[in-house]
T-cell receptor, first 114, second 113 residues
Framework: GAVVSQHPSRVICKSGTSVKIECRSLDFQATTMFWYRQFPKKSLMLMATSNEGSKATYEQGVEKDKFLINHASLTLSTLTVTSAHPEDSSFYIC??????????FGPGTRLTVL | SQKIEQNSEALNIQEGKTATLTCNYTNYSPAYLQWYRQDPGRGPVFLLLIRENEKEKRKERLKVTFDTTLKQSLFHITASQPADSATYLCALEGSGNTGKLIFGQGTTLQVKP
């Protein structure tokens, strides 16, 4: 149980385009989902907290107009990187939590912006 | 602000030995602490959660201790195997009861056959 999927697993795009990443909890309802980014050999940095049916809460320094988050249902959250630039290239990981303290992570999405 | 420190140097041990990883934190008293395993290019996988009123928790070959006085958690893998080679992340409950986790930078374990 507690499986989280992400799609796509890998995406390469041109600078200036937008990219949407989906995060789904497959076998539980997630009241809260989190979005992280991770640079090589670095730890996970929380970008935003997403609650179903309400606006996401962004961490300090994260541009909400750049990283659009939608949590449309209890099993789906999406992160859209708008007008992507090479510096947005990173590993993006989502996590989902039912009504417990544990977060279950997706496999991650490798974004490369050319 | 909350700070978590894990040994950034890789830990190399021989198969069959016990691996011990350390997580230290400052400026906070979390209600719980978690350990995750992360393989290259993959998302973290939950291993164990230990609460502030628990001294020790075990799961198969894994053991976690939580010393709230020292502000330290130790993560042990007994009878280590090459398949245990990975990066292990310590995570603390963030403030504000929001469910947020704050992660350490991770320690990479390499178990040699």
């Amino acid at each position: 149980g507690a499986v989280v999927s992400q799609h796509p697993s890998r995406v390469i795009c041109k600078s200036g385009t937008s990219v949407k990443i989906e995060c789904r909890s497959l076998d539980f309802q997630a009241t809260t989902m989190f979005w992280y980014r991770q640079f090589p050999k670095k730890s996970l940095m929380l970008m935003a907290t997403s609650n179903e049916g309400s606006k996401a809460t962004y961490e300090q320094g994260v541009e909400k107009d750049k990283f659009l988050i939608n949590h449309a249902s209890l099993t789906l959250s999406t992160l859209t990187v708008t007008s992507a630039h090479p510096e947005d290239s990173s590993f993006y990981i989502c996590s989902a939590t039912p009504l417990t303290d544990t977060q279950y992570f997706g496999p991650g999405t490798r974004l490369t912006v050319l | 602000s909350q700070k978590i420190e894990q040994n950034s140097e890789a830990l190399n041990i021989q198969e069959g030995k016990t691996a011990t990883l350390t997580c230290n934190y400052t400026n906070y008293s979390p209600a719980y602490l978690q350990w995750y395993r992360q393989d290259p290019g993959r998302g973290p996988v939950f291993l164990l959660l230990i609460r502030e009123n628990e001294k020790e928790k075990r799961k198969e070959r894994l053991k976690v201790t939580f010393d709230t006085t020292l502000k330290q958690s130790l993560f042990h893998i007994t009878a280590s195997q090459p398949a245990d080679s990975a990066t292990y992340l310590c995570a603390l409950e963030g403030s504000g009861n929001t469910g947020k986790l704050i992660f350490g930078q991770g320690t990479t374990l390499q178990v040699k056959p």
